[in-house]
């Protein structure tokens, strides 16, 4: 029996010529992604064309109550509350976090604590609860123990819708921020730690100089949905009479009876407010995260490149 030659193409260009094209890739027709695409579009249309011609919506008394100087000291309101609210969460929840990662146990127990509380409690509940402490504490007095009162005030006078609502939106987000903070602070390599301790760092020094910028690369994300999620949850402050945004809209259509017209003028602020944030958020992520982006890519490449 003989054996029967197979031809080998040859290795120069006429050979290489007659090779199939293995590393041409064609795509493939999805046609249940076109469908889901066309199906989204045309409800997404659908959605804004209903909106733009509901005449229901009333638009000329939504533009004319857009800028009302009423309208705009709501906002004002809210806008204040939300900076107070995430100032108040961001210097007590690193304080929390810091406590909670301290080697002294009534410290560590303490900030668990607060932590489990003020994320347990609803924050209406809680907002609730501190318009009305002064039944359960009806005046506030500073003395010497087991001697005289040095100062008392009634607790209405002390704490109002304001103050109530500052420390109910400051606490609850306080408890967040301190896990956010504290998963940050925990993503730094130890290595950064001995190195800065070995250069003579002090704790409060390698605090500020080492860990916290490459902590924040970690930290900005979910601050930032905190962020915005404070701005949405100021609304709850008008339950107890504080003139936000949302009480400022009440107010007009409990006396006018356009109800839908003013609800649309708070949804197009929070609308707005939310996206320049979000936007805002985008920009500080890139700023805190560039260096490790860099150092990502070039691994990428020197992996691909093996």
Same mark, same amino acid.
């Given at each position: 029996m003989s054996q029967q030659s197979i031809p080998v193409p040859l290795a120069g260009p006429q050979g290489t010529a007659e090779l199939p094209d293995v590393a041409r890739a064609e795509k493939q027709w999805h046609p249940w992604r076109w469908a889901l695409s066309i199906f989204v579009t045309l409800l997404v249309l659908r959605f804004f064309i209903l909106i733009a011609t509901n005449q229901n919506l009333q638009w000329p008394i939504v533009a004319n109550y857009l800028f009302n100087p009423v309208v705009l000291r709501g906002l004002g309101m809210t806008l204040w509350l939300t900076f107070l609210a995430m100032a108040v969460g961001f210097v007590l929840g690193t304080a929390l976090a810091l406590f909670r990662m301290s080697t002294i146990a009534p410290l560590s127990y303490f900030a668990l604590g607060f932590t489990w509380l003020f994320r347990s409690v609803p924050t209406l509940v809680l907002l609730i609860f501190l318009y009305n402490i002064s039944i359960l504490v009806p005046t506030v007095e500073i003395g010497i123990p087991f001697g005289p009162v040095l100062w008392s005030e009634r607790t209405n006078d002390l704490v109002t819708p304001f103050v109530a609502a500052t420390i109910g939106l400051g606490f609850h987000k306080a408890a967040y921020m301190s896990e956010i903070i504290r998963a940050g602070l925990l993503s730094v390599d130890d290595g950064q730690k001995q190195a800065a301790t070995s250069l003579g760092m002090s704790s409060a020094t390698m605090l500020r100089r080492v860990i916290l910028p490459q902590a924040m690369r970690v930290i900005i994300p979910p601050t930032g949905s905190e962020i915005i999620s404070t701005l949405k949850l100021t609304s709850l402050v008008s339950v107890i009479s504080m003139a936000d945004l949302l009480? @400022?809209?009440? @107010?007009?259509?409990?006396?006018?009876?356009? @109800?839908?017209? $003013?609800? +649309? +003028?708070?949804?197009?602020?929070? $609308?707005? $407010? @939310?996206s320049i944030l979000q936007i805002g958020q985008r920009y500080i992520e890139k700023y805190f995260g560039r260096g490790y982006r860099s150092r990502a890519g070039t691994s990428d490449h020197s992996a691909a490149q093996e």
């Open positions: 009480y @400022t809209v009440e @107010t007009i259509y409990a006396r006018t009876f356009q @109800t839908i017209p $003013l609800l +649309v +003028v708070a949804c197009l602020w929070y $609308l707005i $407010l @939310t």
